[in-house]
């Protein structure tokens, strides 16, 4: 678990957009052997989370949204050393944003965490046509896909994106997350039959150890 003065210290540093600042503090856990999965959870996660609050509340611009995602995007490479050394299990997971989806750091950290559990994560990216993502799932075969949402409004995008991907592949595995959900259409995502709602990387991470 992640202190509370850093936490705070890192997310007066992010909102400032320091960058060398949220480096060195990212660093600094990294150097302690921090898991990865709290690092996302109780530090990248819980921010991006309080910064989109932030914004929908007239608190900081748009701009100040943008910086601090970009920030925490690249701070993500920062794991990569420790996020391949699991022994790989041949099991793929292809993971993407909804189309209109722009914010693409929840379902990076999503790709990151199928790489720790030894799995393939085929980030895909952010606004990806319906049509690229069910060639590219006919090319990889993966074992699970994954589809993630920010923005509540972009919902029917989504919507049309499961209903591509359960009639050309029907009993492939579909998880949907993204911030976007908590503020509503879990009741929705929950009609499609073999889509599961993920709520948490730490759901998704007990879902993964039980495959």
């Known amino acids: 678990m ?8 890192y997310l007066k540093a992010l909102l400032a957009g320091k960058r060398s600042q949220c480096r060195d503090m990212v660093q600094r856990l990294l150097d302690t052997n921090i898991e990865l999965r709290t690092l996302f959870t ?15 509340n007239n608190r900081i611009t748009v701009a100040n949204e943008h910086l601090a995602t970009s920030i925490t995007e690249s701070l993500l490479n920062l794991a990569y050393p420790a996020l391949f050394a699991a022994d790989r299990s041949g099991k793929k997971a292809v993971i993407s944003c909804s189309a209109n989806e722009f914010h693409q750091v929840g379902g990076k950290m999503v790709a990151d965490i199928f790489e720790l559990n030894g799995w393939e994560g085929h980030f895909l990216g952010a606004n990806l046509p319906h049509d690229e993502l069910s060639r590219f799932i006919q090319d990889v075969q993966p074992d699970v896909v994954g589809l993630s949402l920010s923005i509540i409004a972009n919902l029917d995008n989504l919507k049309r994106g499961i209903e591509v991907v359960r009639t050309n592949f029907p009993k492939l595995d579909l998880l949907i997350g993204g911030q ?32």
């Open 2 to 9: 992640i202190e509370e003065r850093l936490y705070q210290d």
């Open 42 to 56: 109780d530090l990248f996660q819980r921010t991006l989370y309080e910064v989109g609050e932030l914004w929908e």
């Open 180 to 211: 976007a959900f908590r503020w509503g259409g879990i009741d929705v995502i929950k009609s499609y039959p073999g889509t599961e709602y993920i709520s948490s990387l730490d759901k998704l991470e007990k879902l993964i150890k039980g495959k």
